[in-house]
């Protein structure tokens, strides 16, 4: 059995897609990202990973804005990943 801070065998690009959502640079993003990509991560497909891929090339500053709602998602960058990023943030900052 594991507990809730271990995640199951994860591929290389899983753990390297682990690691830079962890690791962001902004505490905000890292708990925001991160969080939402080690509960997340073993059930993402090969599409969903590459979505996540591109979001983790976006900048911190921007991601944690849209993320949170502060201000609205540029709609050439939406995607389903990032829709679901921001709702749980969301949900997150509700509580």
Same mark, same amino acid.
């Given at each position: 059995?594991t507990?809730?801070?271990?995640?199951?065998a994860l591929s290389p690009r899983h753990?390297?897609?682990l690691?830079?959502a962890q690791?962001?640079?902004?505490k905000?993003c890292? /708990?925001?990202?991160?969080?939402?990509v080690r509960?997340?991560?073993a !059930?993402?497909?090969e599409?969903? +990973?590459a @979505?996540l891929e #591109?979001?983790?090339?976006l900048?911190?500053?921007d /991601?944690a804005?849209?993320?949170?709602?502060r201000r609205?998602?540029? !709609?050439?960058?939406?995607s389903? +990943?990032? @829709?679901?990023? #921001?709702?749980?943030?969301?949900?997150?900052l509700?509580?």
């Amino acid at each position: 059995m594991t507990s809730p801070d271990e995640t199951p065998a994860l591929s290389p690009r899983h753990r390297r897609l682990l690691f830079r959502a962890q690791h962001r640079g902004t505490k905000e993003c890292d /708990l925001m990202i991160g969080g939402f990509v080690r509960r997340h991560i073993a !059930a993402l497909g090969e599409a969903e +990973l590459a @979505e996540l891929e #591109a979001i983790l090339e976006l900048p911190d500053v921007d /991601l944690a804005d849209w993320l949170c709602g502060r201000r609205p998602m540029p !709609a050439d960058l939406r995607s389903p +990943l990032l @829709e679901r990023m #921001a709702q749980e943030a969301r949900a997150g900052l509700a509580r």
